[in-house]
């Protein structure tokens, strides 16, 4: 409540401070121009000048003692830090309006400013990148401290056990083994399923598009099939889990075959139609980039329409369509929701995709809502899965653009 | 080898057989996706839209003594099973908070429980032969019947399926939601604005580029590890709060709009920045008096999507905290707080089977909101889309 309050009063202070700037400062410019001499900017410029000059030091001063006092622990009173930036603000009063002289350039100064401000926002998204490698490597390390990295690798069985309890005070711990190889087998599983699904219906529909379908159907067809990569994956679980899974289970019941109700066939199905838009959107867009030159030629040569397509139209576009292909498959393997809510919550290392299994995400998820301690193994593994699923999406990612950029470099295509 | 005639136009027929063959399949292929949708549509619409609708019974409520500490004594003894827990439970609050009450009657629509809910609705229940006659005769006398469901609108959680509705979730989503733009919106525009406008082409802009477009493609639930991590371990932001759920999606939402708002900024013209860099502008006032006015539909409709995205998003939420059972609608940034999808996951998992219901009432409440974003956007784009 104290700090609230000196915060709010801080933050008043400096806004009457900058009040007192832009009026201050746009007087004198105006005063000196209106004594006949001539000056760089205008007076406004001047005015915002002497604003930035009086805010910027004080809120970064601000900013840096609080950032010390988090990160280092330093205890600083929080009444003398704002003090200190309300001085450091009024100096900067002082020399912002100093700086009101016909020889300055004022716009340049704030032109400076801006131009810093902008790309500190642009380093924003590289401290998140830092921050999600830093978050993620700094928890699995001490969980590799806790078990070996070659256990966690080839491991066959996953099983936290009582390690929840070790952490706090009871038990040994003893037991409890993270062999990662079912959680990553059932992944996997669950993604070929999904890729069996979306690449034949994304690709096919991706042909009919740019090689078919009349323009009129294609700009109803393809805002339609971007509708099923904008449905939440919660609501996709829920279809997966309530309508999808009693289907397969009827369907290999039909057939003689038993099927548990958390079966990998219904995430795996579901999965690959939310894929189908990623996969179908971008081989539409290499499809249409492949130049016309060699569909005419092909047709000159009297290849009919089919063979085109699928002799020299699909091999030229096949690097963009497995990098399409390679996108739909990273997309499928961080996907949580779906896995959560529709498959099985049991590490089972098996073929059979009629089985119940559990994935990484599921594992990940299952870990951190838990109740247990934050330290204990069992919540720490979760950043070691978290931290291989980075790894492996992002190799994916990576060769993903490669491709996409040899088809571009090959093509001397601009717009992919 | 010799090929007569005939034997060629065959051969021909058959290519052209093959040809017109992989036009069928695609067009199939195409279909089969739509069937998809509509299958989803129907069968969503098909489950969820019996939520919006609530069995009620017309009885008198006596504010006695004895009801003020037995609530159960404030109606007939035979409704007692009927009606929702929850809702008898709800009387010696009246009573509490007007004293006045005590010794009046009043005929009111009571709120039955889920199982007779149920039985209305022709869904699996657990009634008994016996009590469905007694329903059955209640329904014919009117004094039971199905009316528009006000409590899914106006209530937050509840563990009776009777009473539970969406409305903490929904303003929980607000919340977060303002927190999500508030961060995301800013620094988006800013960044793009840095690399489309100002940036020198070296080797950091090319890492940030190439940092935004991998950041798009992160698995979301890796954001929420981060935001365990970094934002609720280490900066002590409260766990489950509209705060740290907002900041968390902030991060998520980032390259999305810095993605819509480069290529908005890219379809200005440059004959625009010309003219104002020939007037004497300096390049910010260029940035700001006319490219960023140009692009600004574009730029908007590219957050209205990520704000949609943002929206349904779940996985890293519940790596937040943001799961929490929230029985009560109360606008806060810094308490817990749950958000549409989070409910509808939350719901999901019960084991009540009129809670089906609610799971899917509230997908298609989060669809019908999430399409109406989208459609808004689409139509922003349309209504100021330029062609330069």
Known sequence: MQTNQLVLIFCSALLLLGLLAFYVGRAKAARVRSAGGSMFAQPDQYAWFAVLSTAGPAILVGAVGAFVMLL???????????????????????????????????????ERVIRMALASAALI????????????????VSFFQMHSFWEFITGTTWSPGDSFLASAGRGDGEGAQFGSVPLFAGTFMITAIALFVAVPVGLLSAIYMSEYAPQKVRTVAKPVLEILAGIPTV????FAAITVAPIIVNVAGFFGLEASYNNAVAPGVVMGIMIIPFISSLSDDVINSVPDTM?????????????TIRDVVIPAALPGIISAALLGMSRALGETMIVVMAAGMRPNLTANPLEDMTTVTVRIVAALTGDQEFESAETLSAFALGLVLFAVTLTLNLVSVLMIRRFREKYRVNNL | MSHSFDDISQQLRRRHRKSARLKWISMGALGL??????????????????????????????????AATDA???????????????????????????????????????????????????????????????IDERVESGQVELAFNRTFFTQGDSKTSERAGILAAVVGTVMTMIVTLAISFPIGVMTAVYLEEFAPDNRLTQAIEIN???LAAIPSILFGLLGLAIFINFFGVPRSSPLAGGMTLALMTLPVIIISTRAALRSVPDSI????????????QVVRDHVLPLAMPGIMTGSIIGLAQAMGETAPLIIVGMVAFIPDVGASFTEAATVMPAQIFTWSGEPEHAFVEKTAGGILVLLAVLISLNAFAVLLRKKFERRW
Request: proline share 3%; net charge negative; aromatic share 10%.
């Open chain 1, 72 to 110: 280092l622990g330093a205890d600083i009173p929080t009444f003398y830090l704002l003090a200190a930036s309300l001085v450091v603000a009024a100096a900067g009063l002082v020399v912002g309006l100093a700086q009101v002289r016909p020889n300055f350039h004022a716009r340049q100064a704030i």
């Open chain 1, 125 to 140: 998204s590289i401290f998140t990148t830092f921050g999600i490698l830093f978050s993620i490597i700094s928890e699995a």
């Open chain 1, 235 to 238: 609501v996709y679980g829920f």
């Open chain 1, 295 to 307: 569909r005419q030629g092909s047709l000159a040569l009297g290849m009919t329409k089919g063979e």
């Open chain 2, 33 to 66: 996706a739509g069937l998809f949708l509509v299958l989803f549509f129907a069968d969503m619409l098909n489950k969820g839209l019996p939520a919006f609708q609530q069995a009620y019974i017309n009885t008198e409520v006596n504010y006695t003594e004895e």
């Open chain 2, 72 to 134: 159960r004594q404030a109606i007939a003894e035979d409704l007692v099973p009927i009606v929702s827990r929850t809702e008898i439970r709800e009387i010696p609050k009246e009573i509490r908070n007007d004293e006045d009450l005590i010794g009046t009657s009043e005929q009111k629509w009571l709120l039955v429980n889920g199982e007779v809910d149920q039985y209305l609705k022709g869904n699996r229940n657990k009634l008994n032969e016996e009590e469905r006659e007694a």
């Open chain 2, 212 to 214: 935004i477009n991998n």
């Open chain 2, 273 to 284: 920045r010309h003219a104002a860099f020939g007037v004497g502008c300096s390049r910010w």
